[in-house]
Nanobody, 125 residues
């Protein structure tokens, strides 16, 4: 049974930092591309970042230069370091996994096989 559990969310002031983690079980991450998505109140879920199994490719939408995606396959964990947070980053953050080695079309949420339950990130002005 596959499980993906996000942690590390919370309340932070604008300009602050948070590091999200997504711990997985039931998956061999050597064979899975991973991503972070987020969903703000009243908005559609949107892609934040993607990373291939060997870290050969990373992609970002809107957060380039502030967020960094990383992974440790030996620990079955995906990370998202978020710096210089802004109120518009407020959302529920989800991790996702799909089999394969590519971040192509990663921002389309339909293509992901597994999802975590989400962790709330709130950034105050």
């Amino acid at each position: 049974q596959v499980q993906m559990v996000e942690s590390g969310g919370g309340l932070v002031q604008a300009g602050g930092s948070l590091k999200l983690s997504c711990t997985t079980s039931g998956l061999n991450l050597d064979f899975y591309t991973m991503a972070w998505f987020r969903q703000a109140p009243g908005k559609d879920r949107e892609g934040v970042s993607c990373i291939t199994p060997t870290n050969s490719d990373t992609r970002y939408l809107k957060v380039m230069g502030r967020f960094t995606i990383s992974r440790d396959n030996s620990k079955n964990t995906l990370y998202l370091q978020m710096n210089n947070l802004k109120p518009e980053d407020t959302a529920i953050y989800y991790c996702a996994a799909k089999s394969g080695q590519s971040c192509s079309y990663w921002f389309e949420s339909d293509g992901w096989n597994y999802w975590g339950q989400g962790t709330q990130v709130t950034v105050s002005a």
